[in-house]
């Protein structure tokens, strides 16, 4: 099923970054949350991502990677911690599939 249409000044308001995970660990007392710490550069710093890919994904196979993440959306609260992001993933229907990023790309790169 396709979303709703979304013009192209909505895309535009999206902040795609490119962001290297510096640390990454699981959310104690959660089964799927992983707790990032992600650096994208001066402009932007580091965020802390909480992410829902523990069942797919150990905390060892991130650190030290580049992906694509939205910096700017509303921080949003899992597990009584902050989330100031989230990284991109492809949906294969039974597992979630994070997209890799060329490790000279600088962090903070924009995407369009």
């Known amino acids: 099923m396709v979303k709703d249409e979304v013009t192209v ?3 535009q308001k999206i902040d795609f970054r490119v962001g290297k995970v510096t640390t990454a660990e699981k959310l104690a007392g959660s089964d799927n949350l992983l707790r990032l710490n992600v650096d994208f550069g001066t402009e932007v710093g580091q965020r802390q991502i909480l992410t829902g890919i523990a069942k797919w994904y150990t905390p060892t196979k991130l650190s030290g990677k580049k992906f694509v993440f939205v910096v700017n959306m509303s921080p949003k609260k899992m597990m009584g911690e902050e989330s100031q992001g989230m990284i991109l993933c492809a949906d294969s229907g ?6 890799p990023v060329n490790s ?3 962090e903070g790169t924009i995407v369009r």
């Open 104 to 106: 000279k790309i600088p």
């Open 94 to 99: 039974d597992k979630a599939i994070l997209i």
């Open 9 to 11: 000044a909505d895309f």
